[in-house]
């Protein structure tokens, strides 16, 4: 039990592209999804946080127009990184967890490299 | 401050061996959690163990167990009878619960590996 899944796994695309990566819990309702990003050799950095049906709330520095979340199921979220740039290749991991204080349960990540 | 500091950017054990990994954190909750997650190369983070502020005991899971020092601050994980595949990188974070909601704040990670 507590699948999340990402879609895609790597993604590779020309600068000035937009990129949409899915984060789905497969197997339980998630009220709250997490997004992080993560450069080379570093620590996992929280982007934002998204309920079901609500705005994201954007972490300070994480800019709201470039990182589009959208979080209009309880099984679904969606960040789309809008006009990517080189800067923005990462390592973006969602996690999902049935709210409160409950255990976040980690996808499996989505490797953007941005050309 | 950093809330979660881990100092050990990388760490070597012999198979079978023991190792600590060591975690420190600052928090002024009086209720908060804290996780240990390892990651692989392949990106998955893979939750291990968790322990809770107001838990008496040290959490333990199989060969995973949470050396937790409230009043020094500490939660260090030890890991018993190394095997190859626990090579990967380590993370300590933490959750507060007064005013975090459910944010978990990572450390830096501890890079562990293990030799024949």
């Known amino acids: 039990g507590a699948v999340v899944s990402q879609h895609p796994s790597w993604v590779i695309c020309k600068s000035g592209t937009s990129v949409k990566i899915e984060c789905r819990s497969l197997d339980f309702q998630a009220t709250t999804m997490f997004w992080y990003r993560q450069f080379p050799k570093q620590s996992l950095m929280l982007m934002a946080t998204s309920n079901e049906g609500s705005k994201a709330t954007y972490e300070q520095g994480v800019e709201k127009d470039k990182f589009l979340i959208n979080h209009a199921s309880l099984t679904l979220s969606t960040l789309t990184v809008t006009s990517a740039h080189p800067e923005d290749s990462s390592f973006y991991i969602c996690s999902a967890s049935t709210g409160g204080f409950e255990t976040q349960y980690f996808g499996p990540g989505t490797r953007l490299l941005v050309l | ?116």
Request: glycine share 10%; aromatic share 12%; proline share 2%.
């Open chain 2, 1 to 116: 401050a950093q809330k979660i500091t881990q100092t050990q950017p990388g760490m070597f054990v012999q198979e079978k061996e023991a190792v600590t990994l060591d975690c420190t954190y600052d928090t002024s909750d009086q209720s908060y959690g804290l996780f240990w997650y390892k990651q692989p190369s392949s990106g998955e983070m893979i939750f291990l163990i968790y322990q809770g502020s107001y838990d008496e005991q040290n959490a333990t899971e199989g060969r995973y167990s949470l050396n937790f020092q409230k009043a020094r601050k500490s939660a260090n994980l030890v890991i018993s009878a190394s095997q190859l595949g626990d090579s990967a990188m380590y993370f300590c974070a933490m959750r507060e619960l007064t005013g975090g909601g459910n944010k978990l704040t990572f450390g830096t990670g501890t890079q562990l590996k293990v030799e024949l």
